[in-house]
């Protein structure tokens, strides 16, 4: 199984505080955005990433070819049109996975504990269908009001059908957490949504709503954070938690 980061985009919001860089570039904690989801990708046993680039692509694709984690294969995938959703991105993937593969979506901005990815990586789905983890504990999301919000019912035990995704709900039940399993079958979703003038992730994955195919995994205790802002890079205990820098 491959992992997917997406890292196109140039974080209009973040830059006060990139000063021109990719934004997983950015340090947390001692660490670079980047390693810390790479070391997550090592933990949870993938070897082969594929990373999207775009804006400053330059600068992000030297530095994973001089500090990329020796376990890790790393293949890089230029999408011009990174202004664009990101659904754009993910599409520009498309050439190096293969037909019969399942693969992970990473966010490059995103970072997670291991065992979030693990449990997303080992959580079945059908061809036609995409998995999206899931935070119901809405009391500990750092940035409620611009989480994407999910519409779901339960199927079984941690297993949910999506219904709907959208950051203007009112009435949900649980928050994206930006980490997808998805199969090849989702790049003719993407593709189709993009004609249609829709052009973001959450566009293709409303698609596969209407239709019961998307899936959702809860993630129970497992923390995550969404690294969009500078008000996010302050919180300190939770990114600890997360690096395992608060257990040392």
Not at 21 to 33: A, F, S, W, Y
Not at 72 to 78: A, F, Q, T, Y
Not at 105 to 111: E, V
Request: one cysteine or more; charged letters at 30%.
């Amino acid at each position: 199984m491959k992992a997917v980061i997406i890292a196109a985009g140039c974080g209009s919001r973040l830059e006060s505080r990139h000063g021109g860089m990719p934004k997983t570039l950015l340090e947390v904690g001692n660490r670079r955005v980047i390693d810390i989801i790479l070391d997550g990708v090592v933990k949870s046993g993938i070897k082969d990433v594929v990373v999207v680039t775009g804006y400053k692509a330059a600068l992000l694709e030297d530095y994973l070819r001089n500090n990329a984690p020796d376990p890790l294969s790393i293949e890089l995938s230029d999408n011009p049109l990174w202004k664009l959703s990101n659904g754009v991105s993910v599409l520009s993937a498309k050439k190096m996975i293969r037909p019969d593969e399942e693969f992970v979506l990473l966010m490059s901005d995103h970072i997670f504990e291991p065992e979030m990815l693990k449990l997303t990586v080992e959580t079945a789905i059908e061809p036609d269908q995409a998995l999206l983890a899931l935070d119901f504990k809405l009391d500990r999301i750092p940035d409620l009001d611009d989480g994407m919000k999910i519409k779901c019912a339960r199927i079984e035990n941690s297993r949910f059908e999506i219904t709907g995704l959208d950051k203007k709900y009112e009435d949900y039940q649980a928050i994206d957490c930006g980490m997808f399993k998805l199969n090849y079958s989702f790049f003719d979703i993407l593709r189709s949504s993009i004609e249609q003038g829709k052009d973001s992730l959450s566009d293709a994955c409303n698609s596969l709503a209407r239709n019961g195919k998307m899936i959702g995994v809860d993630i129970g205790d497992r923390r995550w954070i969404d690294l969009d802002t500078p008000e996010m890079f302050l919180w300190n205990e939770l990114i600890g938690t997360i690096t395992g820098e608060s257990k040392q």
